[in-house]
């Protein structure tokens, strides 16, 4: 049975890209119906029709209110019927309502090393605090924003020459590894999540999967 996923995203979809051609390339098992965005002129959109996949853009301006938006996504992604909903850079923070639903079948990335630089700008801070390594995060998406139970991070090094430009590509060169690496986890039925616990291959995960790739 093929594991259907659709992802969520508001901008240039580059991980959405990564994860499409890893099912393209057959190394990652999954059916990628449909991506979703809050903005009509997401490039992930853009991404998407190219590669024949659903697009479907959902305005916040078309709804009243962000619950009743957050009921509109839910709509469209449901119509999909999906196992795994992935955010791949979706950068609104959704209704409990919202992550109700999708509870134990929502992940998201984040380009920290969680728990710290949650939130946004997180290349820019790390740099003007000098932190010596960065990375991101892949986590299970809960009411607590960015606090959601951690699954796997990938660690890279910050260069003393870094701008924020170069340090925000060396990111999202080991995202692009690690997110189709951990859907891989959840497609194959590998990963679960009981109650607030990570379960990976039916252990409990006392800390999330550690990640350096030699090419980032
Ligand atoms: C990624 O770096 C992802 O970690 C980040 O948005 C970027 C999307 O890039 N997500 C967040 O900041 C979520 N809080 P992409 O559109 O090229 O995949």
Request: hydrophobic content about 40%; some cysteine; glycine content about 6%.
């Amino acid at each position: 049975m093929s594991h259907r996923v659709v992802v969520l995203l508001s901008g240039s979809g580059s991980n959405f890209a990564a994860i499409a051609a890893a099912a393209r390339a057959g190394t990652l098992p999954i059916d990628i119906r449909a991506v979703v965005s809050d903005r009509p002129d997401a490039y992930g959109l853009e991404r998407a029709r190219a590669l024949h996949i659903d697009a479907v853009a959902v305005p916040l301006k078309d709804h009243p209110d962000r619950a009743a938006h957050d009921r509109a996504l839910m709509a469209a992604i449901d119509r999909y019927d999906p196992h795994l909903l992935v955010c791949a850079g979706y950068m609104r923070i959704f209704t409990p309502a919202f992550v109700q639903h999708y509870a134990g079948r929502m992940l998201n990335i984040h380009p920290s090393l969680l728990p710290d630089y949650k939130g946004l700008h997180t290349h820019h801070r790390v740099l003007v605090d000098g932190a010596r390594t960065h990375g991101c995060s892949v986590h299970y998406v809960t009411e607590e924003l960015d606090g959601g139970p951690l699954v796997g991070q990938a660690v890279v090094p910050v260069k003393p020459e870094d701008t924020e430009e170069a340090l925000a590509e060396r990111v999202h060169r080991a995202e692009h590894q690690l997110y189709p690496e951990i859907i891989s986890w959840h497609a194959t039925g590998r990963l679960t999540l009981v109650g607030d616990v990570v379960h990976v291959d039916g252990v409990p995960l006392t800390m999330p999967a550690r990640r350096t790739y030699p090419d980032v």
